[in-house]
DNA sequence: TTGGATCTAATATGGACATATTGTCAACCG
DNA sequence: CGGTTGACAATATGTCCATATTAGATCCAA
């Protein structure tokens, strides 16, 4: 139905509104009219399409996770078909991740001002884990297909793997962010993490 | 002078109730009448110690950080006058500031929440990043120490070092906290890392 | 065309909050 | 002893915000 499209359209209209609010000025500073002034529409608009503020938060946390989940996706896919290496595949699905370009940086500053919040609000907590942990699944996927020919010894546990890569790469982030720590340090220390998970190196489909 | 102190005692005791609110309930939950009330005090009290409810949070998250900071010190030297090795005291500072227990789980949780917070606001920014800096700069002296006896080689950075195992350890936090990481796992992580800035072992004043 | 459902806008309401103002009481000082 | 000052407490003020309410517009079915 071409309603329910437009009615889909007018949702990411305002969920797009308050990203660019988060990433200018914070969380804090996102009101729903503020929110409506910056999508350009009233706040009876932004009402009737989110039954409450958290619900519009929830919305576009949603969002910011899931494009976040999708890149990662795809520039794994990218790489797979140019038949790198497991162990290139899972580094740059994670450098994905890291706030290294304006654009990132801007994304990695939404995502985190939503993952603080989420600290203390049970329904912004189920977005992100819901997320995380598809993410992690899929990373461990990764990491077991690795055994395969030998990138990864056979008896590791990708579970655990997956779960290290990504506190490390969250660290990295948040320091990178900060400009504590400079990127060829952060792409340094990120791949001497890797290496440890991925000992060997070779082609998946070779 | 004595009334100085006395003054002294109730900036305390107002930043104590803020520290508690912030763990129970989030910094968002944080207002001065709350405070007052947490504090067993009136909202005229607190005005009358602090110029700003802007002015009370810079002081509790100043406390917050300098005793983050004396955590680890102290911790190092207790482990110094042990004769232990670098490595050892590098590794428990660090491990100090994990969120392994409940005590520390609510500290972590204290320190996030304006650290999060810090990220849109200079002030709290300059806080943080005052005593990140300082405890870098032990961490990256320490590792000096450790090359004259050969426990990290003479060729290192030791303020890369010092800041990649910062991140590491923020992110191991991170992730120990949300429970995604267990407690073995984190403290497998972290030893690996710093064996890494850390190749040998010796003892300090042998 | 009419009448109701669906949208959208404007405005109203009520609460929470930071801060300002005013008041009280004590000690200390001249 | 009158007055000034410092340490509070109580209350007032005005702002901002989420949400409710009301009203107007558009569209479509009967």
Redesign the pocket.
């Known amino acids: 139905m071409a ?1 329910e499209e437009y ?1 889909a359209q ?1 949702r990411q209209q305002v969920a797009d509104a308050v990203e660019r609010l988060v990433a200018a000025r914070g969380l804090d500073a996102v ?4 929110t409506a002034a910056e999508a350009g ?5 932004v ?3 989110f039954a ?3 619900d519009m938060l929830r919305f576009a946390y949603t969002r910011v996770t899931e494009r976040a989940m999708a890149r990662v996706e795809e520039r794994a896919r990218e790489l797979t078909e140019h038949r790198s290496t497991i162990r290139r595949v899972v580094r740059e699905g994670l450098v994905e991740r890291l706030p290294l370009d304006e654009a990132r940086r801007a994304d990695w500053r939404v995502s985190f001002a939503f993952a603080a919040r989420a600290v203390d609000r049970p329904d912004l907590a189920a977005v992100r884990n819901r997320t995380e942990a598809a993410i992690r699944a899929r990373v461990a996927e990764v990491i077991e297909n690795g055994k395969e020919c030998g990138e990864v010894p056979a008896d590791a546990d990708a579970e655990e793997g997956a779960a290290g890569l990504m506190a490390v790469v969250d660290g990295l982030g948040l320091h990178a962010y900060l400009e504590a720590v400079p990127e060829s340090v952060v792409l340094g220390l990120l791949d001497r993490h890797i290496a440890e998970v991925f000992p060997g190196e070779c082609h998946q489909y070779d």
Chains 1, 2 share one sequence.
């Open positions: 309603t009615h007018r009101t729903v009219s503020r529409v009233s706040v009876g608009l009402q009737h399409y409450s503020k958290d």
